[in-house]
């Protein structure tokens, strides 16, 4: 063949050239330096992440005529005829092909057997969890104590189904996803040495869809230089793949969160004039509203956040679940484009009228309450000398739920000066006294008193928080029901025709809530 696919001519021949899995590699190598063979290794991972590559490349460290060594000549007859798939000595077995337990034994009958000109007679079996329970049973007499001149590699991409007695047998190595950095890199490496014209941002969407696999990135590589005669573009990628460029998400998005019905109606219109992938469209939406929370709760800069306004986090919880919820019911939807539609008019009935998101709402609503403050006239406004120390357990009930209010259950007020509260917190709950609640507190604070209002806290051993007052009340309430009803003498004279008892646990107060 005149011309090789990508993945098959890149494929790596030595450890040097493999892309990621260092500490798999390392460990390999430094079995070899030390003469520390084991006599089975299991490799599992996803899909084109390099089991099959590393089983071979390591039968050629074992067995080249060169010595065993962790850099193989891969020049002598044995390094090229594993290359080949021709080795004598190196047998490789799809177990999706053979899973009858008559070609495992047939395969373990040649185990016995010496190798014909190399070190090792070494088995390679892919996709072993594809083996039948009895294959599996005829292997582990042979795993358990094999011939010295054996070395068993089994790959799978599902290690659940292999039974944990061949497990414990192997060496298991589980192999990671690449990143996306490290394909693009290979990618770019490869488009170098081939002369083939290509675009930053098309190598790594390629990388990005290839999903941690480099052998499906080079096979959608393939794809790509066919459509585009040998020039990777993003503009021809996104009409293979089906996929809309970030910039039209960017504004979908956007738009959602505005609740510009009529906006979001125009780029659905265009989504579908372009027939785009709408599980991929779901995903990359999922993506920015993901962008957009860790952005918001870690801060930092993030370049893939394009909407620039606060959010309420909650909001932005429940958009990203009803966006990968949506891709879940894709496939159940009458078709694609009504699935991917309702998914983005539920995202939209979860955003407030009010002129787009949560966060800006009560953002106004704060704005409001200061400018009320500033056109009061001084002796108008309220300030902390109106809180009274017994009032403490009024002032909480204000506090709308949320953290402020669990952090005001669990504080007293010791004492007060001018705009400034001193608050004890009980020990127990000492992780609430940090900023970030102390702040809702004191915002929550005033949009009731509608001034500002310092607050300091303490930790404390304390007894008489609003939240401990509940509990107590909650208790009294709980024993008097007990005891009403352990003297009710209907009750008593069902329990003694019954032989029955009063679980205490089941009986609830319907006194207080």
Not at 355 to 371: A, F, I, L
Request: charged share 25%.
């Amino acid at each position: 063949m005149k011309n090789l696919a990508l993945a098959r001519k890149w494929r790596p021949k030595n450890f040097e050239t493999i892309v990621g899995q260092e500490f798999i590699i390392e460990a390999l190598k430094n079995s070899i330096v030390g003469d520390r063979l084991h006599h089975a290794y299991l490799l599992s991972g996803t899909r084109g992440v390099g089991k099959t590559t590393i089983a071979r490349i390591y039968a050629k460290c074992l067995n080249c005529h060169n010595g065993s060594s962790p850099d193989p000549c891969c020049e002598c007859s044995s390094c090229v005829e594993i290359d080949q798939s021709k080795s004598i000595d190196v047998i490789e077995l799809d177990a999706a092909s053979n899973t009858q337990v008559d070609n495992m034994r047939e395969l373990l009958e040649n185990a016995n057997y010496q190798p014909t000109s190399s070190k090792y007679k070494i088995f390679i079996i892919d996709e072993v969890h594809m083996l039948s329970k009895s294959s599996f049973n005829a292997m582990l007499k042979t795993l358990e104590e094999p011939p010295e001149h054996v070395v068993f590699i089994l790959a799978t991409t599902d290690p659940e189904k292999i039974p944990v007695t061949v497990i414990s047998r192997c060496l298991h190595f589980n192999l990671m996803q690449m990143t996306n950095e490290e394909i693009s890199g290979q990618l770019k490496k490869i488009f170098n040495e081939e002369n083939i014209a290509y675009e930053d941002e098309a190598i790594n969407m390629i990388s990005k869809h290839a999903d941690g696999s480099m052998r499906d990135a080079l096979s959608l590589a393939d794809r790509v230089i066919n459509f585009t005669n040998g020039n990777v573009s993003l503009e021809k990628l996104t009409q293979i793949l089906g996929v809309t460029s970030d910039g039209v998400i960017d504004e979908l998005l956007a738009n959602i969160l505005d609740n510009d019905k009529q906006k979001v109606f125009g780029v659905l219109n265009k989504l579908k004039e372009h027939h785009i992938s709408y599980e991929s469209a779901l995903k990359v939406l999922s993506e920015k509203i993901f962008a957009i929370s860790e952005q918001q709760t870690f801060g930092g800069h993030n370049k893939s956040v394009r909407y620039n306004e606060q959010i309420n986090l909650q909001l932005l919880q429940t958009l990203y679940q009803i966006s990968i919820n949506g891709l879940k019911d894709l496939p159940y939807a009458p078709s694609l484009h009504i699935g991917f539609t309702m998914t983005i008019i539920r995202l939209l009935n979860f955003i407030p009228i009010n002129n787009g998101n949560s966060m800006q709402v009560e953002k106004n609503k704060v704005d409001e309450h200061k400018k009320i403050v500033e056109e009061k006239e001084p002796e108008q406004i309220n300030t902390t000398k109106d809180i009274q120390i017994n009032d403490w357990d009024r002032v909480v009930e204000q506090i709308k739920p949320g953290m402020a209010k669990t952090l005001a259950q669990n504080c007293v007020l010791k004492s007060q000066e001018d705009h400034l509260l001193h608050l004890i917190v009980d020990e127990r709950f000492k992780h609430l006294n940090n900023d970030k609640y102390i702040k809702i507190l004191e915002e929550s604070l005033f949009m009731i008193y509608e001034t500002k209002i310092k607050i300091e806290i303490n930790e404390e051993t304390i007894t008489s928080s609003p939240a401990q007052k509940k509990q107590i009340e909650k208790d009294d309430a709980l024993k008097a029901a007990t005891d009403s009803i352990k003297t009710d003498y209907k009750l008593e004279n069902i329990l003694n025709e019954f032989d029955a008892q009063i679980i205490e646990s089941t009986i609830k107060s319907t006194k207080i809530n």
